[in-house]
């Protein structure tokens, strides 16, 4: 029950108009509303919302999913390649030594080159360079996995969707704990005696 204060216990003589409590019990709700909003914040450490994720492309999409097949085909008809270096050198019939002079390199250091790539150790701008040297170049992908690249997209909006359920019932427990729902009705309380109204 809502009285305007040292208003008497009795009658309507000096009590404040229903409608008038209902606003100022909206503007009450509204600035602890905000101040909870700020404390949920606060709490998933965050300032400001997180941006918005971008819009899919379809036409992006499409061309990478033609190119990821093409990739995959590729593979499995050249999946006993272990160093392409040493594969399209010994095929062209350069040496190590002529190899090597186009690099600028000892030959030996051919060799090492090649086992590198076998072994997945090579960086991409020297296989780049090396590629260059055979007259050729790199030209690589990544694919999924498993699946096509539309079912990839699902799988993680899925886990980022997870990753916000379990964040947001996180944020909930906390202020639940923390009496959040006991420290809103006493925000408001606070802020309509501030408006001269009595709440009980």
């Not at 606060?42 to 919302?49: F, I, N, P, S, Y």
């Not at 076998?118 to 030209?139: F, Q, Y």
């Not at 420290?183 to 408001?188: D, E, H, S, V, Y």
Request: charged fraction near 35%; proline fraction near 4%; include cysteine.
């Amino acid at each position: 029950m809502c009285r305007q204060r040292n208003a008497p216990e009795s009658g309507l003589r000096g009590s404040v108009p229903v409608g008038e409590i209902r606003k100022q019990a909206y503007q009450a709700l509204r600035a602890t509303s905000e101040m909870y909003g700020q404390v949920r914040r606060v709490l998933e450490g965050k300032k400001e919302r997180d941006s918005p994720p971008r819009e899919p492309n379809a036409h992006t999409r499409m061309e990478l999913e033609d190119g990821m097949a093409a990739f995959r085909v590729g593979k499995r008809a050249t999946g006993g390649v272990d160093s392409w270096v040493r594969a399209v050198r010994l095929e062209t019939g350069v040496t190590a030594a002529e190899m090597a002079r186009r690099l600028g390199m000892q030959p030996r250091e051919v060799f090492r080159l090649e086992k590198s790539e076998r072994e997945g150790r090579i960086g991409l701008w020297k296989l780049r360079e090396t590629a260059e040297a055979l007259g050729c170049e790199v030209v690589y992908a990544l694919t999924p996995l498993e699946g096509t690249l539309g079912e990839l997209v699902a799988r993680e909006q899925d886990a980022r969707e997870e990753v916000r359920r379990r964040k947001k019932a996180a944020v909930d427990l906390a202020l639940e704990r923390l009496g959040a729902g006991q420290m809103l009705r006493k925000a408001i309380k606070r802020e309509l005696r501030k408006k001269g109204i009595r709440v009980r």
